[in-house]
């Protein structure tokens, strides 16, 4: 049982907690917080695999260049 079965009474369950534990006025910048963070971990989370798969192209192309003088 992981987080994906939660449900909707589990979703539901977890907003009601959080309105009663943060209150209506402070949730929204609780939102907001969160979904910025989630946005810059996937950009920076995507940069490093652009960045990886990039060095793996000029490994390649050295490689080839230097069979190419070979």
Known sequence: MG???IGIPGLILIVILALIIFG???LPEIG???????REFKS???????DDSSDEN??????KEDQNKA
């Open 32 to 38: 907001k917080a969160a979904g910025q963070t989630l």
């Open 58 to 63: 000029k490994n390649k192309e050295k490689e």
């Open 3 to 5: 987080i994906a079965n």
């Open 24 to 26: 209506p006025k402070k």
């Open 44 to 50: 920076s989370a995507n940069n490093l695999i652009d």
